[in-house]
């Protein structure tokens, strides 16, 4: 089916910049042409054409820190869910992050192995899902911050038992091999800057997911844990809150292959909402959280002026962060970060998008890329939490237009008004 959209304000991706009076082209699952309207190629005769009246058109976001199998509980209780209930939450949640305007996600660690079957559910069209690099469950070691039992974790201890277990994971099919360097600070066993691997250890990890052809996302909050993954040649770091001066040496050497996700979310609703879960503002001050956010601010300043590829993604699936919330994470990455809401915008398309796949079919908006869009009643380049409001926005994935996926029956039946 062909579909042109126009009288857009088109943002692209590939820039920062917006073409006005832009108009965007579909064939079936992929763009064939955005662009000024005026420099439209010619089209079928029998095409559909929907004015928009100057809406903001963008591409699908990718939630690059994604834990779809999380049901919103209480961050002591993550892994406790049963693995009917986390099932039925994911199926949910992975409809949830398409209507949030997030078409594509990376993983970042799954209970039991739900995130593969919710990839081939997607993939099949079986249910409403963003594009998925499924994870396993969190690859740790003994003492380890996710060795605590439940569907949440593998712990494995040893190079070549760390080999087999991601040989395990190879059998289930996951994409990403998630792998926690060292931990959180309400974790007495494994705070951070504690490593859970040797160099050794970690090497491993990243020589045999890398040889069976998976990706390797890690958590990583110290400095040292940021250039041990470094080193071992991970793909995508989660959280580098403390980094050194060799720490971004080390990401400026592989900033052609990485992807960084500051992922503050979790510390900010922690600081806002800890007193919903039980716990006092001072007791989480004195844990070092209030701290690890002006730490993070300023890493990801350097971080910015290295030009290393920042993307968005902030454990959402807990209580105080819950699924569908996702696009706060662009208002962080302007008010705490800096960035310009363009700015935000590239993290979380064109950035976001090369990190679920390096070759472009996602990310932008541009001849050949999947059809994957937004189209925004309102302008977040003027004010970025538009996009947390999910009844302004109306959702191309793979071609297919949905609006108000709260509904039954999501498809729309007519044209955008």
């Known amino acids: 089916m062909h579909q042109i959209f126009t009288n857009a304000t088109l943002f692209t991706a590939t820039d920062e910049n917006t073409i006005e009076n832009g108009a965007v082209w579909v064939d ?4 064939r042409y955005a662009g000024p309207a005026d420099g439209m190629p010619e089209t079928p005769t029998d095409i559909v054409h929907q004015d928009l009246g100057g809406r903001f058109v963008m ?4 939630e690059t820190h994604a834990h779809l199998s999380f049901a919103d509980a209480s961050p002591f209780a993550i892994g406790e869910t049963l693995v009917e209930d986390a099932t039925l939450t994911a199926v949910r949640n992975a409809r949830l992050m398409v ?8 993983s970042f660690g799954s209970t039991y192995k739900i995130d593969v079957a919710l990839r081939a559910a997607i993939n099949e069209k079986k249910i409403i899902g963003p594009r998925l690099l499924a994870a396993g469950r969190d690859l740790g ?3 380890s911050n996710v060795d605590s039992g439940g569907g949440l974790s593998q712990i494995a201890d040893g190079p ?4 087999k277990a991601v040989r395990e994971q190879r059998k289930l099919g996951v994409d990403v091999v998630k792998i926690f360097v060292d931990g959180e600070a309400i974790n007495p066993q494994n705070p951070p800057g504690e ?3 040797t160099d050794e250890e970690c090497n491993a990890i990243v020589e045999e997911a890398h040889r069976r052809k998976m990706r390797v996302a890690c958590h990583a909050r110290s400095a040292a844990a940021v250039k041990q993954a470094v080193r071992a040649g991970v793909d995508y770091v989660g959280h580098a809150n403390y980094l050194d001066d060799e720490a971004i040496e080390l990401l400026v050497e592989k900033k052609d292959s990485i992807f960084v996700g500051p992922a503050i979310a979790w510390e900010v609703t922690y600081l806002e909402k800890c007193e919903t879960i039980g716990v006092s503002r001072e007791t989480v001050i004195k844990q070092g959280y209030e701290a690890e956010i002006e730490a993070t601010v300023a890493t990801v300043e350097k971080l910015r002026a290295a030009g290393i590829r920042l993307v968005v993604g902030g454990d959402y699936g807990i209580s105080i ?15 705490l970060f800096g960035m ?3 700015e935000s915008l590239i993290c979380a398309t064109r950035w976001g998008g090369q990190a679920y796949d390096p070759n472009g079919s996602v990310g932008t908006l541009e001849a050949d890329t999947l059809a994957d869009l937004v189209i925004v009643d309102g302008n977040p380049l003027e004010d970025i939490t538009v996009l947390q409001d999910h009844g302004k926005l109306t959702v191309m994935h793979d071609g297919v237009l949905y609006q108000d996926l709260a509904n039954p029956n999501p498809y729309l039946a007519t044209p955008i008004e």
């Open 28 to 31: 079936g699952n992929r763009i």
């Open 59 to 62: 591409p699908g976001m990718t």
């Open 99 to 106: 209507a949030s305007g997030f078409t594509s996600a990376v």
């Open 141 to 143: 070691a003994t003492a």
């Open 160 to 163: 070549w038992a760390l080999r």
């Open 195 to 197: 490593l859970s691997f």
């Open 321 to 335: 962060a819950p699924h569908g919330t996702y696009a706060k994470d662009l208002e962080y990455f302007v008010n």
């Open 340 to 342: 310009s809401n363009a």
